[in-house]
């Protein structure tokens, strides 16, 4: 009964259910009293520092300096901006009074303000202000910022993670004295959210730029990071925006150059959020729970002391305190300072707590009782492998291979996710094998109505905005984006029309 707590779907049979459940039998997070919002728990919020931490590193490693802007931007900053304003318009959360005062026993929003102040869904033209005042030569450049804070742009259908009212992300916001160097800057952050999916989170991604209907608005260029999530739609995990001159013209962003000609400067936006965590769960989460990598998850190893006799509790307990200080002392690949490693002496039932690991996705669980410390051994579990079937290991031997059998865990998710998209990527040259790909009736379970739908279509594309319109409104699947890596040119299937190189078209969150 312990191990079901919680997770009564699986992925095969209701997996709109199963996200959610999976969500909080980790106790990862919660619906808020406030509509859209949600309350991030300790080990979600501990999964968010980790990438916060990563990510920092890898930002100031490339130059930028984290800075902080306010949450409320004047209407009229907006205005500045039309694309940019139509592109937001409808999820803008609008601050229009002050104060509070009491009517009637009552209280009621006092004076207006001025002018309304949008809550912030995104930064571009309130740091835009700032930099004008900050940019005046070439020699003030390049401006490489960063910020981490929360945004609200206000959904109407919210989901854990994916997709709240309010989320936490990171917003770079940087300026050039030439388009060649924003250019440069938008696409080796492409690279480092990619690198970082990939190393870190264990999840493969498509690098690739977005189609004009779905660039961010206001921006030049949009390129994005694209994942495979187990009901094989797409995730968008990242985005990297080539803003042009467009916003610096809109916030007054002039520099002289060095022939004292003054100019625009040329800027670049780029951002991930707190959908990681979503995206870590559907790439890897199982029916028992959640999957964490070991270089972002909050414990890489749990001890659990096995004590069924009142005269054992001390003996074990000793031992494995000192179990837990060796390990900390071990390194693994992933570059960490020493191991997160938890001792839990909780006085509650065996099987109850290591369901409750295994739900929260410890890569590491590490059973230790009197008779294993007879033998000086202790019995491991592989979070990635069969969630029941510890083995036991010397300590000796666990000790020291504690570090390559993370390093092994991490590998071998990647592995596992990149097969399971490699396995739901068709290459696709007809409409009708196009459209039969996305419709088909079949399904997984004769009970369940949700149609077997593919996953990522490898498919010409002529570039048109009406006819990816069309396609949208007739399957409900869109341009993921246009691959970076070189491809052949060939023959659009909707048109006839010739095609660069194919894109990636998918269902998505």
């Known amino acids: 009964m312990?191990?079901?707590?919680?997770?009564?779907?699986?992925?095969?049979?209701?997996?709109?259910?199963?996200?959610?459940?999976?969500?909080?039998?980790?106790?990862?997070?919660?619906?808020?009293?406030?509509?859209?919002?949600?309350?991030?728990?300790?080990?979600?919020?501990a999964l968010w520092e980790n990438v916060q931490r990563v990510l920092d590193g890898m930002f100031k490693d490339t130059g930028h300096s984290n800075a902080y802007f306010p949450l409320f931007i004047p209407l009229s900053y907006f205005e500045k901006e039309a694309a940019h304003v139509d592109g937001f318009a409808k999820e803008c959360?609008?601050?229009?009074?002050?104060?509070?005062?009491?009517?009637?026993?009552?209280?009621?929003?006092?004076?207006?303000?001025?002018?309304?102040?949008?809550?912030?869904?995104t930064s571009e033209t309130i740091i835009g202000a700032s930099f004008?005042?900050?940019?005046?030569?070439?020699?003030?450049?390049?401006?490489?910022?960063?910020?981490?804070?929360?945004?609200?742009?206000?959904?109407?259908?919210?989901?854990l993670f994916l997709r709240t009212a309010e989320f936490l992300w990171q917003e770079g916001h940087t300026a050039h004295a030439t388009a060649e160097e924003a250019v440069e800057e938008t696409m080796k952050m492409l690279g480092v959210y990619a690198t970082f999916a990939e190393d870190y989170m264990a999840m493969p991604v498509i690098q690739g730029e977005k189609t004009i209907g779905e660039r961010f608005p206001g921006a030049v260029q949009t390129f994005c990071i694209e994942a495979m999530m187990q009901d094989r739609k797409a995730l968008q995990a990242g985005t990297s925006h080539f803003l042009g001159q467009n916003f610096a013209k809109a916030s007054g962003i002039q520099f002289?150059?060095?022939?004292?000609?003054?100019?625009?400067a040329w800027t670049t936006s780029w951002g991930v959020s707190t959908r990681l965590i979503g995206a870590m769960i559907m790439t890897h989460?199982?029916?028992?729970?959640?999957?964490?990598?070991?270089?972002?998850?909050?414990?890489?190893?749990?001890?659990?002391?096995?004590?069924?006799?009142?005269?054992?509790?001390?003996?074990?307990?000793?031992y494995c305190k000192a179990l837990k200080v060796e390990l900390e002392k071990q390194r693994f690949a992933g570059g960490e300072d020493r191991l997160r490693v938890e001792l839990d002496a909780r006085d509650i039932g065996g099987g109850d707590k290591k369901w409750e690991w295994v739900r929260k996705g410890v890569p590491i669980r590490i059973e230790v009782g009197p008779r294993d410390i007879d033998g000086d051994v202790a019995m491991v579990a592989r979070r990635d492998k069969q969630a029941d079937k510890p083995v036991s290991m010397p300590r000796a031997e666990l000790v020291a291979g504690i570090g390559a059998m993370l390093d092994d865990i991490q590998a071998s998710m990647f592995a596992r996710a990149k097969a399971f998209r490699a396995e739901h990527t068709r290459v696709i040259d007809t409409k009708e094998e196009f459209y039969?790909?996305?419709?088909?009736?079949?399904?997984?379970?004769?009970?369940?109505?949700?149609?077997?739908?593919?996953?990522?279509?490898?498919?010409?594309?002529?570039?048109?905005?009406?006819?990816?319109?069309?396609?949208?409104?007739?399957?409900?699947?869109?341009?993921?984006?246009?691959?970076?890596?070189?491809?052949?040119?060939?023959?659009?299937?909707?048109?006839?029309?010739?095609?660069?190189?194919?894109?990636?078209w998918a269902k998505s969150y």
């Open 2 to 45: 312990a191990k079901k707590l919680g997770i009564q779907s699986t992925r095969a049979s209701n997996y709109q259910d199963w996200y959610p459940e999976v969500v909080a039998a980790a106790d990862l997070a919660e619906n808020s009293e406030v509509k859209g919002c949600m309350v991030i728990k300790p080990w979600g919020y």
């Open 93 to 121: 959360a609008v601050v229009t009074h002050h104060r509070l005062e009491e009517r009637d026993g009552k209280l009621v929003p006092a004076g207006p303000l001025a002018e309304p102040l949008v809550v912030r869904p």
């Open 132 to 159: 004008a005042k900050w940019v005046q030569s070439y020699r003030d450049l390049p401006l490489l910022i960063n910020q981490w804070a929360n945004v609200v742009r206000w959904e109407m259908r919210t989901r």
């Open 256 to 264: 002289l150059d060095d022939k004292n000609t003054l100019t625009h």
């Open 285 to 318: 989460a199982d029916d028992d729970g959640m999957i964490c990598p070991p270089r972002l998850a909050p414990k890489q190893v749990v001890i659990m002391p096995v004590v069924r006799k009142p005269e054992d509790r001390e003996r074990v307990m000793t």
């Open 436 to 504: 039969a790909y996305f419709e088909s009736p079949r399904t997984k379970n004769p009970n369940d109505p949700t149609p077997i739908h593919g996953g990522f279509a490898m498919t010409h594309f002529n570039g048109d905005p009406a006819l990816e319109t069309k396609i949208k409104e007739d399957l409900k699947v869109t341009v993921r984006c246009i691959p970076l890596e070189a491809g052949e040119p060939g023959t659009c299937p909707f048109t006839g029309q010739p095609s660069a190189k194919r894109v990636v």
